[in-house]
C-alpha cells in the first residue's frame, strides 16, 4: 500500500493517520520514492529534503504513540514551489514562510 499513498488525497491520508491504518513515515517513504522514480524523467525539483522528511515523519512516528491528536495536515509532506528563479529559495521571506509551516507541523519536502 506505501507505494500508493502519493496518490492519497491530504483528507484520505489524514484520515488514515487517524485510524492509525498508516504511519507517518509511510507517506514520506511513498513520496520520496515517487521523486526518486520520476525525478531525473521530469526534472521537477531543485531540491528534495530527504534526510529531514524521513527524520520529522520518524519523530511524528513516535509522538502519535504518546497522543490521538493529528491536525489537518499535520505529517503531511508538500512541496514549495516558487514560481520563480531557484535562488529565491533563498529568500528571507520564502524561510520565513517555511518556518512557519513546520513550526505548524507541516513536512516540508
Do not use: C, W
Not at 503531511?76 to 509551516?101: G, R, S
Amino acid at each position: 500500500m506505501e507505494d500508493r499513498l502519493n496518490f492519497q488525497t491530504a483528507y484520505k491520508l489524514n484520515e488514515m493517520l487517524k485510524k492509525k491504518q498508516i504511519a507517518f513515515s509511510d507517506i514520506s517513504g511513498s513520496i520520496l520514492s515517487a521523486i526518486d522514480a520520476l525525478g531525473k524523467k521530469i526534472n521537477a525539483y531543485i531540491r528534495v529534503e530527504k534526510e529531514s522528511t524521513l527524520m520529522q515523519a520518524k519523530e511524528l512516528d513516535k509522538n502519535i504513540n504518546r497522543s490521538t491528536s493529528i491536525n489537518d495536515f499535520t505529517g503531511i509532506p508538500i512541496a514549495i514551489v516558487p514560481a520563480m528563479h531557484a535562488t529565491m529559495y533563498d529568500n528571507p521571506m520564502v524561510i520565513d514562510n517555511i518556518k512557519k509551516l513546520k513550526k505548524a507541523g507541516i513536512n516540508i519536502q
